[in-house]
């Protein structure tokens, strides 16, 4: 209920943020937006970049300000179901709260992100790559570009208060699209999607 009412609290009032159904990472100082519906994996895959020496400023929400910024939303990331196991598989040091089951999304359990993510909350990161991850058992990894037109339509899509904002949501969505990289990621691997966007990541801007 807490983790509910905080959500609800940040997309109902937060209006001079742009707020986009979105984890957001940082890697070697470029900020990356994993947007995704839910049950796509994005907070699992946030989970596990983050125990893999990732930066992570939110697993839920981006807040994208009128600078272009992503502005931090340290807290633990709400992992469910069969995410919970999987991550305490392939990392037996994560704590991981107590489990509340029987929620409306199944078992929820709540993973404690790391000491330099929770001290690098007031600096915002500077977003260069969208990515639309999407988890498939047994796919194989693919990768492709998004065009920017469509990358703007598949955010519109996933953003709480864009309507709300206006033509200053329009402005700084397009200014978004025309900065960073948009792709595509399927997989079914964590450990191939990790590479795939570490390699992203390399090569933006290049």
Not at 37 to 51: I, N, Q
Not at 164 to 170: A, H, Q
Request: proline share 4%; hydrophobic share 45%; with cysteine.
């Amino acid at each position: 209920m807490f983790e509910w009412g905080l959500n609800w609290a940040v997309a109902s009032f937060l209006h001079n943020h742009l707020i986009l159904h979105s984890a957001v990472v940082e890697w070697k100082g470029k900020g990356v937006l994993l947007s995704a519906v839910s049950g796509s994996g994005k907070s699992t895959l946030s989970a596990e970049l983050s125990l893999q020496g990732w930066r992570l400023l939110s697993d839920e929400l981006a807040l994208l300000d009128d600078e272009l910024n992503l502005i931090s939303l340290a807290r633990p990331v709400s992992l469910k179901n069969s995410s919970i196991d999987l991550i305490r598989s392939r990392h037996p040091s994560a704590e991981i709260g107590p489990l509340a089951r029987d929620t409306h999304k199944g078992t929820v359990g709540h993973l404690k992100i790391s000491g330099e993510s929770i001290a690098q909350y007031q600096r915002p990161a500077i977003p260069k790559l969208i990515v639309f991850p999407k988890w498939s058992a047994g796919s194989p990894l693919r990768v492709v570009p998004v065009g920017g037109g469509q990358a703007a339509m598949r955010l519109i899509d996933q953003a709480f208060n864009y309507a709300i904002l206006g033509t200053e949501g329009f402005q700084r969505l397009v200014a978004l699209v025309r900065n960073a990289e948009a792709w595509e990621i399927e997989y079914s691997s964590l450990d191939e999607a990790r590479e795939a966007l570490e390699t992203l990541v390399e090569e933006c801007g290049q």
